[in-house]
């Protein structure tokens, strides 16, 4: 029997942030200079995190995306990969990575059963990439880019976050650099949520404003056809040329009610959703000694119960500003994207 929350939407999905760490500051997600970091000791084994995927497995989980943080700065991130990938419910493995350590680490990745990439690549231009990201290794993330397409990743896909003033200008330019590389361009309407304390709804280039932009350089895109996962994120688009890209419109037309997603943290705590207040700890019982039936009797109570819409509820929100100020960050860094998985 599925398990579906109460409008009816199944538990298919499982974003496991691996670790609250980064390389980089992104402005829009770390824009602080120090942060609550999640003690080391409540950071879950790769062990560990494999047996709360099994958990989820058994209540209907079929994919399963590694995220953070930067989830490369975990080592031998492979071990977990092999893990999760011998599951036999588990149809898909995929990562979410900023790239910089990824040139390094792709073989192994590939090797040990990860199916699918997706590279943050929010600029091209060095100097951008130093101011937003605080970080002089923009040559790193192209590298691993490129070494990830070379380890046998086909279908990569490249995640911009369109922020109105920083990277707009650059639209068909990141197309372009998709299509030479033979990856998928997926632009991301800037969210209000987690680090983002600098949000505001003029920094937001919406979904009809960047189809706008590529139309005019391209003419118009249109919606793929082809089978496409009710539940996914991205609207897919092909444009004159053959071209495809991605729009996620998080921000201005929300998915909520196809959201098949939880989110589990680097320390065990369960989310079902990415504005949650509340999430459930499932580290403690874990390292207590619940059986798997246990755990599944948790998470299948607490599945049962939701009816989360957090990026839809926000809609309604009158003068709309950043969901979170840092005092409240610092105060739980379990609300912060970084601690929570993008
Ligand atoms: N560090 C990895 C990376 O950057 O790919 C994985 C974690 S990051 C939190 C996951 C995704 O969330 C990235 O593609 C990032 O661009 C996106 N993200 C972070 N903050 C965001 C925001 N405020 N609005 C929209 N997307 C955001
Ligand atoms: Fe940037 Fe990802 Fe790090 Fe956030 S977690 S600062 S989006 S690289
Ligand atoms: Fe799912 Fe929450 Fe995001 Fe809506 S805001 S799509 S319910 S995670």
């Given at each position: 029997m599925v398990l579906a929350d109460r409008l009816g939407r199944p538990l298919a999905s499982l974003r496991l942030s691996v670790t609250d760490r980064c390389?980089?500051?992104?402005?829009?997600?770390?824009?602080?200079?120090?942060?609550?970091?999640?003690?080391?000791?409540?950071?879950?084994?790769?062990?560990?995190?494999?047996?709360?995927?099994?958990?989820?497995?058994?209540?209907?989980?079929?994919?399963?995306?590694?995220?953070?943080?930067?989830?490369?700065?975990?080592?031998?991130?492979?071990?977990?990969?092999?893990?999760?990938?011998?599951?036999?419910?588990?149809?898909?493995?995929?990562?979410?990575?900023?790239?910089?350590?990824?040139?390094?680490?792709?073989?192994?990745?590939?090797?040990?059963?990860?199916?699918?990439?997706?590279?943050?690549?929010?600029?091209?231009?060095?100097?951008?990439?130093?101011?937003?990201?605080?970080?002089?290794?923009?040559?790193?993330?192209?590298?691993?880019?490129?070494?990830?397409?070379?380890?046998?990743?086909?279908?990569?896909?490249?995640?911009?976050?369109?922020?109105?003033?920083?990277?707009?200008?650059?639209?068909?330019?990141?197309?372009?650099?998709?299509?030479?590389?033979?990856?998928?361009?997926?632009?991301?309407?800037?969210?209000?949520?987690?680090?983002?304390?600098?949000?505001?709804?003029?920094?937001?280039?919406?979904?009809?404003?960047?189809?706008?932009?590529?139309?005019?350089?391209y003419g118009p895109a249109k919606p793929a056809t082809g089978a496409k996962d009710p539940a996914a994120p991205a609207d897919q688009f092909v444009l004159p040329d053959g071209t495809r890209f991605g729009i996620i419109a998080s921000t201005t037309e929300p998915f909520c009610r196809t959201c098949d997603r939880a989110r589990l943290t680097a320390d065990g705590v369960f989310y079902r959703c990415l504005y949650a207040e509340d999430g459930l700890d499932l580290r403690a019982p874990l390292r207590a000694g619940a059986s798997d039936e246990q755990l599944a009797a948790m998470i299948t109570h607490r599945w049962r119960e939701r009816t989360d819409r957090g990026a839809e509820l926000r809609l309604a929100v009158p003068e709309r500003g950043a969901l979170y100020q840092l005092a409240a960050l610092r105060a739980d860094p379990h609300r912060e994207m970084h601690t929570r998985g993008g």
């Open positions: 390389n980089l500051r992104c402005r829009y997600c770390m824009p602080g200079d120090d942060y609550v970091w999640l003690p080391r000791a409540s950071i879950l084994s790769f062990e560990e995190a494999d047996r709360l995927i099994g958990v989820f497995a058994r209540l209907g989980v079929r994919k399963v995306r590694l995220t953070g943080g930067e989830p490369l700065l975990r080592q031998q991130l492979e071990h977990l990969v092999r893990l999760v990938a011998s599951r036999r419910e588990i149809a898909d493995v995929a990562l979410t990575t900023n790239g910089v350590l990824l040139a390094r680490t792709a073989g192994r990745l590939r090797e040990a059963g990860l199916h699918r990439v997706t590279v943050s690549l929010d600029t091209l231009k060095p100097e951008r990439f130093r101011a937003f990201a605080k970080s002089e290794r923009h040559a790193d993330v192209l590298a691993g880019i490129a070494v990830a397409r070379q380890a046998g990743f086909a279908n990569l896909k490249l995640n911009t976050v369109v922020i109105r003033g920083f990277n707009d200008d650059e639209l068909c330019d990141l197309i372009e650099y998709g299509r030479a590389n033979e990856a998928e361009v997926r632009f991301i309407e800037y969210m209000d949520v987690g680090g983002a304390t600098g949000w505001s709804t003029d920094l937001v280039v919406a979904r009809r404003e960047i189809l706008g932009v590529l139309a005019r350089k």
